[in-house]
């Protein structure tokens, strides 16, 4: 069965750090293209970062750049996300993917289960 498990969420205050991780199981993931994507309450899910296969690019949302990190470690089978200066705007579930490299949803072909991040004032 191959599975992509977030973990690492949590709830913490407003100027804080978290960082999510995504394990692989199931099959390698080291030649797909990792992501992370989010989705509030009411809201239509959204892009937050990716990299590529090799980890040599990456892209953020306008939204989180400069304040989230996306990192791998193929050995692992593993993608990260490095949440600092956190903001309440920042509360969502947090799902990870992977597939090609894009901003778009369509892009990736293997979902985890989501992660909440839910972040106070």
């Known amino acids: 069965q191959v599975l992509l498990v977030e973990s690492g969420g949590g709830l913490v205050q407003a100027g804080g750090s978290l960082r999510l991780s995504c394990a692989g199981s199931g099959r390698t993931f080291s030649t797909y293209a990792r992501a992370w994507f989010r989705q509030a309450p009411g809201k239509e899910r959204e892009f937050v970062a990716a990299?590529?296969?090799?980890?040599?690019?990456?892209i953020y949302a306008d939204s989180v750049e400069g304040r989230f990190t996306i990192s791998r470690d193929n050995a692992k089978n593993t993608v990260y996300l490095q949440m600092n200066s956190l903001k309440p705007e920042d509360t969502a579930v947090y799902y990870c993917?992977?597939?090609?490299?894009?901003?778009?949803?369509?892009?990736?072909?293997?979902w985890g289960q989501g992660t909440q991040v839910t972040v106070s004032s």
């Open positions: 993917a992977a597939g090609n490299f894009g901003r778009v949803g369509d892009d990736y072909e293997y």
């Open positions: 990299i590529t296969w090799t980890g040599a690019t990456s």
